[in-house]
């Protein structure tokens, strides 16, 4: 059963890219990776889904190596309005919902 | 297009008191799971309906039920509170039972804050 960890918090500065990196080491073949962002008083929010390789959409990046026992969310020239939890789900095919436990991004002016 | 509401927003009980949380899937949505987070335990998978049926169900005891509507709705219920049961309990829906796998999509709602005293 795959476990998921993440680093507990991580600050930055607005006009970086920040990089949050969630370790999964026994993921199994058919699982895929998700990222949601939650913000205070909120649902999580879906930002991205990878299998392996490189996924980007309009908000971030996924970069999954071929061993998939990580995989590293990108998210580019950050804001203010980027403070918020990130969380890492893993998602296995009889419907296993593994998810990290979160890394707080601060973004700081 | 609205999103999923939750009702009530925030609810204090009493311990050994029942609970019954609600649950409006974006219309349209088949699929509706339940999670309970924590500080201390992040989110936790409660049960996903699918279909007025229970699909998958996390490890928590038999006091946290739930039951989907032929409109998609659900509830779930705490019976027999207690005070570990404070949570923020969300609900989030999903196409289909397979939305979350294959595009990874599901949507939250803003959840029902309980407090047990």
């Known amino acids: 059963l795959a476990k998921t960890t993440q680093p507990i918090s991580m600050d930055s500065y607005e006009g970086q890219e920040v990089n949050i990196t969630c370790s999964h080491n026994n993921i199994a073949t058919n699982d895929y990776i998700t990222w949601y962002q939650q913000f205070p008083s909120q649902g999580p929010r879906f930002i991205i889904q990878g299998y392996k390789t490189k996924v980007t959409n309009e908000v971030a990046s996924l970069f999954i190596p071929a061993d998939r026992k990580s995989s590293t969310l990108s998210l580019p020239r950050v804001s203010l309005s980027d403070t918020a939890v990130y969380y890492c789900?893993?998602?296995?095919?009889?419907?296993?919902?593994?998810w990290g436990a979160g890394t707080k991004l601060i973004i700081k002016p | 297009k609205a999103g999923v509401t939750q009702t009530p927003r925030y609810l204090i009980k009493t311990r050994g008191q029942q609970v019954t949380l609600s649950c409006s899937p974006i219309s349209g949505h088949r699929s509706v799971s339940w999670y309970q987070q924590t500080p201390g335990q992040g989110l936790q998978f409660l049960f996903e309906?699918?279909?007025?049926?229970?699909?998958n169900k996390g490890n928590f005891p038999g006091r946290f039920s739930g039951r989907q509507f032929s409109n998609s709705r659900s509830e779930m219920n705490v019976s027999t509170l207690e005070l570990g049961d404070s949570a923020l309990y969300l609900c989030?829906?999903?196409?289909?039972?397979?939305?979350?796998?294959?595009?990874?999509?599901?949507?939250f709602g803003p959840g029902t804050r309980l407090t047990v005293t």
């Open positions: 789900l893993v998602i296995g095919s009889n419907y296993q919902l593994i």
């Open positions: 989030a829906s999903s196409a289909d039972r397979w939305s979350p796998l294959r595009s990874g999509e599901q949507y």
């Open positions: 309906y699918f279909s007025e049926t229970q699909r």
